[in-house]
Structures are given as structure tokens and as C-alpha cells.
């Protein structure tokens, strides 16, 4: 046993400052509700936009949905390296900052070209806050509730999925079920609701930007910048004097013992390939298992399952409330049952649903009992695939290249993503809906067998522990 693996740190439940860690970490995960927003919102505002720029062939409907996916891709990109040398915190007020401009552009934009714009910039702040709100979480939190912690960022996602559908659904006013499609384009949805559907979004972002100016920076980060003293002045108000001092002597013996100036270069060092492999499969996985395509085309598979536009849009509404409650249940199970049965359980689930699924399709079935499947579908993506993931992700990476790694395996999730969203119309088109479900349940399949055979448990390690068992 390693000296990093024999030196835990004494979080002793009675001293953990409970209300300050919870207080820092939620502020951390308006990230995370922010990117559900603005993920989610475009999904809701879709049938209006489309009518409003004359977007009509599967090729422009595709590009509209996945074009925030480029500025995911950037956002990722140099999140890594910039994270490393400016620090978790900035980056996240400078997310920020760019949810509060972007959602004001986009709501406001009069051509075509400018909306595109305005939404690629909002996916450099997604790229940017996915990356860095589990990060922050995961280096912040006690090794015995950080799984909840890092889970409750997904709790925050889900509660800004359900927050854009309820936006849209109460700012939308009633679709006539035969109202043409020059109807709906000059009526209230057609010409401004869509717009204030955006530009919601620039209320939580205010909070988030204000917020993070009163949290502290990664003690991890302080450290790995020589900057000690500040590092365990965190620690120590976060789980006490022994806890601060026992976790920066076990995070100097990890950075002590991995080196200086890990970068990207870093990554393609032999001892990092497993782990590194291990998170860009994970997170393309959870693109690929196919859930998103309800959250993005919800209103056309609903559509496709029977109901009009206010049918479809209430049943979104629907997915998104599931989500949110089991993103709740995840936070109290991802501590107790473990990560890695969590995720099994999640990709063995959404193969017998999407079987189900498919064959609903396949035979033309409508009404309540797709829609059932359909939020059983999300109920069991968000209680497992959806947090569990960036858990996983948060905690598996070796100190001195978390940054560089997590980005990454985010940039390859959100490409993974954008694949997934921009081929959805042509796969619908040419496999039909059926045959689509029955594809992602294919890719679980694959998916189950990895987890299977890649991932150990984490749960109730610390990071240093984590690097010492993955990392060899």
C-alpha cells in the first residue's frame, strides 16, 4: 500500500461544516442548471423558430439543434489547459458570463446567422460549465459524500430541464390542432414567444455569476500552484484542522509523486492510457445510449405518438419532471449502492425499455402507453447513466492532469453528442422510429459489456486513493 493510499483523511462526519460545503457546491452546480436550460429550451421553442427562419429539410433542423455542440466542443477544448492555469473559479464566472450574453442574443436575434452565432457562443459556456461544476464539486467535497455532492450537479441539470419546459410550455399560448404552419408563424409563438423562451435564461445566470464570487477556490488547484497555505485554509473550514491537514499532505504526496508540467502531452503517457480511455468511453456512452434525442426531439416523437403541439409540449414537461425527481433519488443512492452497479443497472434498463420501445413503433401504437415508456426511458437514464457519469468522470483522474483529462473526455461527450443530434432526422427518416430505439439499444448493449469489464467501484475513496488504484 502506497503512502497516498494508506493517508486518509480523517472526515469525521461531526466536523464537516455541512451548511458551508452544501452552500459552496450548489453555487458550483448553477452550472449545471444552466446548462440544462440551455440545452433543453431550444427542444420547446423548436416548432415556432423553425416556422419563423423557414427551416424545413432535416439537414437545417439537425444543424439548428446540434450548432451549440461547436461551442461545446470549444468550451472543452480549452477549458483544460486554461482551467489548469487560471483556475476552476474564473472559468466558472466567465461561464457565467457568457450564459447571461448568449441567452440576451439569442432571444433577440434577427436573422438566422445571428441566432446560430448567439447559440454556439451558449455552448462555449456549457462546454465550459460541464466540464468545470464537477471538477470543482468533486475537488472541494469529502470523500464520503462527494458522490452526493457531484450527483446534486445533476440535480441542478434536471431542474434546469424542467425549468425550460415549463417556461416554454407557460410562455407558449394554445396551438389550434389544425392551425397552419403561416398561422402559428404569425402568431404570439411564432414571433416572440420563442424569443422570451431564450431569454429567460438570463435570470439564473445574474445568480450564478454573483454567487461565484463568494466561493472559494479548488483547494486541489491551490495546491497543485504551490499555494499551500490558502489550499488548507479551505480544507480546514470545510472539514476542520485535522481534515485540512491530512488532505493537503495526501494532495502534495499525489502531485509530489506524479511530477510537474502534466499537460495534454501528459495524456498520452502509457500509465494514463487506461484511465483516459476509461473516461472518453464513458461519456461518449452516455450520448450515444440515445436518451438525449427525447429531450432534443421530443415533440416530434410525441408527435409521432399521437398528440398536437400542446399535447407534445405538456408531455415534455412530463419527462422533465421525471428527470428532476430521480436525479433526487440518484443523490442518495450513488453513495450507498456504488457507481459502478449504478451504472450497470442504468444500460441494462435502457435495453428493455428501447426493445419495448421499437416494437410500440414498429406495430404503430399510440397514446399513454409510449409516452409510459418513454419517461420510464428517462427515469432510468436519470437515475443512473445521467449523474453517475459525470460522478465517475469527476473522480478518476490523477490530480496533476484533471483538467487536461476531463476535458477531454467532455470534448469527446460532447461531440459524441453532437453525432447523436445531428443524425437523429436522417436516422428517423431512414429507420424510422423503431428502428432508432432499437439501434441505441444496441449501443447499451455494448455499453453494458464495458462498464462491465472497465470500471471499479469508487465510491468512499478519496481522489488520491482513486489515482493510486487506476493509475499504475
Not at 21 to 27: E, F, K, R, T, Y
Not at 45 to 50: E, H, L, M, S, V
Not at 197 to 217: H, I, Y
Amino acid at each position: 500500500m502506497t503512502a497516498i493510499e494508506s493517508e486518509r483523511p480523517v472526515a469525521d462526519q461531526g466536523a464537516l461544516n455541512m451548511r458551508y460545503i452544501w452552500a459552496i457546491c450548489l453555487v458550483a452546480a448553477m452550472g449545471g442548471l444552466l446548462f440544462g436550460y440551455d440545452w433543453v429550451v431550444i427542444g420547446g421553442a423548436a416548432p415556432f423558430y423553425q416556422k419563423y427562419f423557414h427551416l424545413v429539410t432535416p439537414a437545417l433542423k439537425g444543424w439548428t439543434m446540434s450548432c451549440a455542440l461547436v461551442g461545446c466542443l470549444i468550451g472543452a477544448v480549452g477549458c483544460g489547459v486554461a482551467s489548469d492555469a487560471l483556475g476552476r473559479k474564473r472559468l466558472l464566472v466567465a461561464a457565467a458570463f457568457l450564459f447571461c450574453v448568449s441567452s440576451v442574443g439569442t432571444g433577440l436575434a434577427p436573422t438566422y446567422a445571428m441566432f446560430v452565432l448567439w447559440r454556439i457562443l451558449g455552448g462555449v459556456a456549457i462546454g465550459l460549465a460541464s466540464n468545470l461544476s464537477p471538477i470543482y464539486i468533486a475537488e472541494v467535497a469529502p470523500e464520503n459524500i462527494r458522490g452526493r455532492l457531484v450527483a446534486a450537479n445533476q440535480l441542478t441539470i434536471a431542474i434546469g430541464v424542467v425549468a425550460a419546459q415549463v417556461v416554454n410550455w407557460w410562455i407558449a399560448r394554445p396551438v389550434p390542432p389544425l392551425a397552419t404552419a403561416a398561422q402559428i408563424l404569425h402568431s404570439w409563438n411564432g414571433q416572440y414567444a420563442w424569443r422570451w423562451m431564450f431569454a429567460a435564461t438570463t435570470v439564473p445566470s445574474l445568480l450564478f455569476f454573483l454567487g461565484m464570487f463568494f466561493a472559494p477556490e479548488s483547494p486541489r488547484w491551490l495546491m497543485k500552484q504551490g499555494r499551500a497555505a490558502s489550499a488548507k485554509a479551505v480544507l480546514t473550514r470545510v472539514g476542520g484542522p485535522a481534515y485540512g491537514e491530512v488532505t493537503a499532505a495526501s494532495i502534495a504526496a499525489s502531485l509530489q509523486q506524479e511530477g510537474e508540467g502534466f499537460d495534454y502531452h501528459a495524456l498520452l503517457n502509457r500509465r494514463m492510457s487506461r484511465v483516459l480511455t476509461l473516461g472518453v468511453v464513458l461519456a461518449v456512452f452516455q450520448q450515444w445510449c440515445g436518451i438525449n434525442i427525447i429531450f432534443n426531439y421530443g415533440a416530434k416523437l410525441f408527435s409521432t405518438a399521437g398528440y398536437p403541439v400542446s399535447g407534445e409540449l405538456f408531455n415534455i414537461v412530463l419527462t422533465g419532471i421525471t428527470a428532476l425527481l430521480c436525479a433526487v433519488l440518484a443523490m442518495f443512492l450513488v453513495d450507498r449502492i456504488g457507481r459502478r452497479v449504478m451504472m450497470l443497472a442504468g444500460a441494462a434498463g435502457l435495453v428493455c425499455v428501447y426493445a419495448l420501445l421499437g416494437l410500440c413503433f414498429w406495430e404503430r401504437l399510440h397514446g399513454p402507453f409510449v409516452v409510459a415508456l418513454i419517461i420510464l426511458a428517462v427515469a432510468v437514464y436519470a437515475c443512473t447513466l445521467a449523474p453517475v457519469t459525470w460522478v465517475v468522470l469527476s473522480e478518476i483522474f490523477p490530480n496533476g492532469i484533471r483538467g487536461a483529462a476531463t476535458a477531454v473526455s467532455v470534448f469527446a461527450l460532447w461531440a459524441a453528442c453532437f453525432v447523436l443530434t445531428d443524425t437523429f432526422p436522417f436516422i428517423y427518416k431512414g429507420i424510422g422510429p423503431a428502428g432508432a430505439f432499437w439501434l441505441y439499444g444496441g449501443i447499451c448493449i455494448a455499453g453494458l459489456a464495458f462498464i462491465y469489464a472497465a470500471l471499479p467501484e469508487t465510491k468512499g475513496r478519496t481522489l488520491e486513493q482513486i489515482e493510486a488504484q487506476l493509475v499504475k
